[in-house]
């Protein structure tokens, strides 16, 4: 693929998730995690019965649906009293983000949807769910949305190496990300690719072909997650028998600006590292610490003089 040299302002050397909503809607706009209790094909034996090895009882998100009993209304309002308090916000993305969330009949994803969008400040939908779990109607129902609210649909793709896709359960191939990718871009809806860093099995040169297939795919954003083992998973018993061990945090963050290199500068960064629960953590603990290790990253960018994109011929605006 041909990069074009251009000049991007950057004001943490990677195109990041914050800067990117406030230059749309002119202030901090927060992103609330809400569980619609739709499960998971992986999970549920529509694929499997026992899900990604890394993905926990609450499908990598709040369980605030299926260990609460909370409905879509009452996390709405107790996410926005949170924001509120927390950052000043008052605009919000209400972000489908436990489990699959187009894992149902499309009235049902029509009827959640809405309610989530029906309350005031809602800006934004973000759908997270998986490549094998899309079709033309239900793009169609997000594409609904679209005349009033920034839409984006979030694919777990994890790797490019469909031999590590098999290893770590994950029920897909890349053929099927591709294909819902090239499916999405004929509507109106943003698409976010996830991905891992620290796949058991993966060198760094793996993850960063991964880094390179993705800059060769028509998608608008990326989310970097660290690769974290949680109890009641099936990477904690590779992790207990030994057979895995998890990047550190120094070798991560090396990584990390390698990969980001590769990406081109249009792309939003929507995550950096993963964002482990405390009380269900095994390892490794350096990725409790958020803020430290974000400060971190952009502090080794500044060191290594180096930027998103700098290998797809991208520089700095001012530079």
């Known amino acids: ?6 000049k991007v302002k950057m004001i943490n ?9 406030k230059g749309l809607f002119g202030q901090r706009v927060q992103k609330i995690s809400i569980d619609a209790g739709l499960g998971c094909p992986n999970r549920d034996g529509g694929i499997s019965g026992s899900g990604c090895i890394y993905c926990d009882s609450k499908g990598s998100g709040s369980g605030a649906k299926v260990i609460n009993g909370k409905s879509i209304e009452v996390q709405v309002l ?10 000043g916000a008052e605009k919000f993305i209400a972000y489908f983000q436990s489990y699959t969330n187009t894992n149902g009949p499309r009235d049902v994803l029509r009827d959640l949807y809405s ?3 029906s309350f005031d400040g809602i800006v934004g939908l973000s759908v997270g769910t998986r490549p094998d779990c899309i079709d033309r109607e239900k793009l169609e129902i997000l594409q609904s949305f679209s005349s009033r609210h920034l839409v984006w649909i979030e694919y777990g793709l994890q790797s490019c190496h469909n031999k590590t896709l098999e290893a770590i359960n994950r029920g897909h191939n890349v053929a099927a990300f591709i294909d819902a990718v090239r499916l999405t871009i ?4 943003k698409i976010c ?16 072909e991964t880094a390179r297939f993705l800059a060769d795919q028509p998608i608008h954003g990326v989310k970097i997650h660290s690769l974290y083992v949680t109890k009641g998973t099936g990477l904690e018993k590779i992790y207990l ?3 895995f061990s998890c990047m550190e945090r120094d070798e991560y963050i090396e990584c990390l600006i390698d990969f980001l290199e590769l990406l081109p500068s249009h792309f939003i960064i929507q995550r950096l590292t993963g964002d482990p629960d405390r009380e269900t953590l095994l390892a490794p603990e350096w990725t409790l610490y958020k803020t430290e290790n974000l400060n971190l990253i952009k502090k080794r960018l500044v060191e290594r ?11 700095i605006a001012g530079r």
Request: glycine letters at 10%.
């Open 115 to 117: 309610r989530a969008l």
């Open 78 to 87: 107790e996410g926005i009293e949170w924001a509120k308090k927390r950052y």
């Open 186 to 189: 004929e509507f109106d809806i």
């Open 1 to 6: 693929m041909l990069h074009v040299r251009i």
């Open 13 to 21: 050397r990677y195109n990041d998730y914050n800067s990117y909503l």
């Open 193 to 208: 690719a996830h991905v891992i860093l620290g796949l058991p099995g993966e060198t760094k040169e793996m993850m960063l």
């Open 305 to 315: 003089d180096t930027w998103q994109g700098r290998l797809c011929g991208i520089t």
């Open 241 to 243: 028998a030994g057979r």
